[in-house]
C-alpha cells in the first residue's frame, strides 16, 4: 500500500557523484517507518546499502560504501535521501528504495519497494 517513488540517477564518470531521492506515500505509512536503499547489479542479488529511521533518524550504512554514501531524511519524513560520492564501476546497478516497519538489512522485512533507478558508473 505504500508507494515510493524515486527520482535521481543517471550515468556518471568514475570519482563523481549522484543524489537519489525517494518520497513516500500511502495510508500505511507514517513517520515511524524505516527509510532504506538496496542496489542489485546485474546478476547479483539484492545488496543492502543504508537505512534511516523515523523522528530519531537513526542510520545505519553498509561497510561497502560507508564514507562515501550519506543517508537523510530531512523536514518531511516522507522523504529519503542517498548522496552518492566518490562513485566507482562497481557501484553500477539498479537502486531501490524500500519502506518497513524495522530497522534491518534484511530485504525480506521491507514491506514495499520502489521500481528501482539505474546508476551508472564509467570508467
Known amino acids: 500500500q505504500v508507494q515510493l517513488v524515486e527520482s535521481g540517477g543517471g550515468q556518471v564518470q568514475a570519482g563523481g557523484s549522484l543524489k537519489l531521492s525517494c518520497a513516500a506515500s500511502?495510508?500505511?505509512?507514517?513517520?515511524?517507518?524505516?527509510l532504506g536503499w538496496f542496489r542489485q547489479a546485474q546478476g547479483k542479488e539484492r545488496e543492502f546499502i543504508a537505512f534511516?529511521?523515523?523522528?530519531?533518524?537513526?542510520?545505519f550504512i553498509a561497510d561497502s560504501v560507508r564514507g562515501r554514501f550519506f543517508i537523510s531524511r530531512p523536514n518531511a519524513e516522507n522523504t529519503v535521501h542517498l548522496q552518492m560520492n566518490s562513485l566507482k564501476p562497481e557501484d553500477t546497478a539498479v537502486y531501490y528504495c524500500?519502506?518497513?516497519?524495522?530497522?534491518?538489512?534484511?530485504?525480506?522485512?521491507?514491506?514495499?519497494w520502489g521500481q528501482g533507478i539505474q546508476v551508472t558508473v564509467s570508467s
Open positions: 534511516i529511521g523515523g523522528s530519531i533518524g537513526g542510520t
Open positions: 500511502g495510508g500505511s505509512f507514517n513517520s515511524r517507518y524505516r
Open positions: 524500500a519502506a518497513g516497519k524495522v530497522g534491518t538489512t534484511n530485504p525480506q522485512m521491507y514491506d514495499s
